[in-house]
């Protein structure tokens, strides 16, 4: 079964940085592309961050670009999202997915003084 874990999440002051890893089990996670997707109080859930099978290509939605990086080692299966100078609109619950995999149970990240 594709799942996928998130952690890394908490309480971090504006303009604070933060990193959250992505573990994945149960498929060729080197043959996917990897999401990263945040969900804010009373919001739908939105695509943040994307990277390809190999780590080479990314994209991020305008909110977050020059912010947040997209990484990912193929040999742990993990992704990782790096997040820099974080605003208090930042603050939701994040996930990764493969496109095949589960929804996780995600990591919230909060940013507030």
């Known amino acids: 079964q594709a799942q996928v874990v998130e952690s890394g999440g908490g309480l971090v002051q504006p303009g604070g940085s933060l990193t959250l890893p992505c573990a994945a089990s149960?498929?060729?996670?080197?043959?996917?592309?990897m999401r990263w997707y945040r969900q804010a109080p009373g919001k739908e859930r939105q695509v943040v961050a994307w990277?390809?099978?190999?780590?080479?290509?990314?994209s991020y939605a305008d909110a977050v670009k020059g912010r947040f990086t997209n990484s990912r080692d193929n040999a742990k299966k993990t992704a990782t999202l790096q997040k820099h100078n974080l605003k208090p609109e930042d603050t939701a619950v994040y996930y990764c997915?493969?496109?095949?995999?589960?929804w996780g149970p995600g990591t919230q990240v909060t940013v507030s003084s």
């Open positions: 149960g498929f060729s996670f080197s043959s996917y592309s």
């Open positions: 997915n493969s496109g095949i995999s589960d």
């Open positions: 990277i390809d099978p190999d780590g080479t290509s990314t």
